[in-house]
């Protein structure tokens, strides 16, 4: 029991005991009861009184004194089983039944002394027993209901607790989706720009409309990196947005993707099988440009000028196949890289259901993706 429970329980039995004290008292007094037992039994019964403080924190010491003394007098009787009410709440039942037996005693004592009118000794022994045997059941109800209550307040924090890791998990898997989008769409904007800006720091005796051109298509290229960077932090942040108006990769987009890819200076050869593509599902549909997309950017930035090969097929009911080779090249773009994204296109693909494999072979870097497709 805390501070603030003792505090309650207090200011609950420290008024009822003191009102049964006086109650028991002026019973005694319109009985007729000499004025000097009067007072004893009074001087007792507010000993009981100024000792509920101290039952609240030792029970089993206070329970067994004011059971010996009610074997003197009666006005001490409630303060005592409140007491042995507070050692069935906080002790163990054992304890608490040796304490209401010491009562039981000092009760019995009293009615040897001073016998009830009208009760024979028998039956008052019978029903000390039955009320102390119901207040150990009243104190063992309680400490069940405390306990059940703590279960429960305990139930609860863990709850708050496990929703806080929930969230907390959701938190961390939404900046992991940001920066694996931020990844796809950055490196393969970031190395056109890098491969445009080459070519006009290579060939700086270019005509002026070339220089030209070539500037725009840089602007163009960063404008648009950063327009699709924008529509992935607000598709991933907007819990309520609606997908259909901010229309996502699929592979119906692969064409334009190749297409940019080439007139960035990286011949590209498509050979597309894949029946029904309008068939495949957004999700699948959107993983596997995100593959030819990644594939594609490291191509550019390990083998810049090298012919790349891109194998799609697939069908409804079986699984989509992507397939992109390049050759090797000793020598790079100069872009700068984590060497992660093959590791998120790893996850992403098998966050999809589908498998990712890559190497390096016969002189050519193979990556392959089987992604699922649902009839």
């Known amino acids: 029991m805390d501070d603030g429970e003792r505090c309650r329980a207090r200011r609950i039995a420290l008024p009822l005991v003191a009102v049964g004290v006086f109650a028991t008292t002026y019973g005694e007094y319109v009985s007729g009861v000499e004025t000097g037992l009067l007072l004893f039994n009074l001087a007792v019964g507010l000993v009981g009184v100024a000792a509920v403080p101290v039952m609240l924190r030792r029970p089993v010491p206070v329970a067994v004194v004011l059971g010996c003394l009610a074997a003197l007098t009666s006005p001490v009787t409630l303060p005592a089983n409140v007491a042995l009410v507070q050692v069935a709440r906080t002790r163990p039942m054992p304890l608490a039944g040796l304490v209401a037996l010491v009562q039981v005693c000092g009760h019995a004592v009293r009615g040897l002394w001073w016998p009830v009118p009208g009760l024979s000794f028998g039956w008052y022994l019978v029903l000390t027993v039955i009320v102390h045997a119901g207040l150990l059941g009243w104190g063992a109800l309680a400490k069940a209901r405390a306990l059940v209550i703590d279960s429960l307040r305990e139930r609860a924090r863990r709850a708050e607790a496990e929703q806080g890791r929930l969230v907390a998990e959701?938190?961390?898997a939404e900046r992991t989706a940001i920066a694996r989008e931020m990844h796809d769409v950055l490196a393969h904007r970031l190395s056109l720009l890098t491969t445009y800006a080459g070519a006009l720091?290579?060939?700086?005796?270019?005509?002026?409309?070339?220089?030209?051109q070539g500037a725009a298509v840089i602007r163009a290229t960063a404008h648009q990196a950063l327009e699709e960077l924008r529509e992935v932090i607000t598709l991933l942040r907007d819990e309520d947005g609606d997908d259909a108006e901010r229309p996502q990769p699929a592979l119906a987009d692969v064409p334009a993707l190749v297409?940019?890819?080439?007139?960035?200076g990286t011949p590209v050869r498509v050979r597309d099988t894949v029946a029904d593509p309008a068939a495949l599902p957004g999700t699948t549909g959107r993983c596997a440009y995100r593959v030819v997309q990644e594939a594609l950017t490291n191509a550019r930035k390990h083998a810049p000028g090298a012919p790349v090969r891109v194998d799609l097929a697939g069908s409804s009911g079986d699984r989509l196949l992507i397939a992109v080779t390049n050759p090797l090249s000793p020598r790079g773009s100069g872009v700068p890289g984590t060497g992660s994204g093959l590791v998120g296109l790893t996850e992403r693909v098998r966050l999809a259901g589908g498998e990712l494999d890559h190497e390096r072979a016969g002189g050519e870097f193979r990556l392959r993706a089987w992604l699922p497709w649902p009839a």
């Open 170 to 172: 959701a938190r961390v």
């Open 201 to 212: 720091e290579y060939r700086p005796d270019a005509p002026p409309e070339r220089l030209a």
């Open 259 to 264: 297409e940019e890819t080439r007139a960035g």
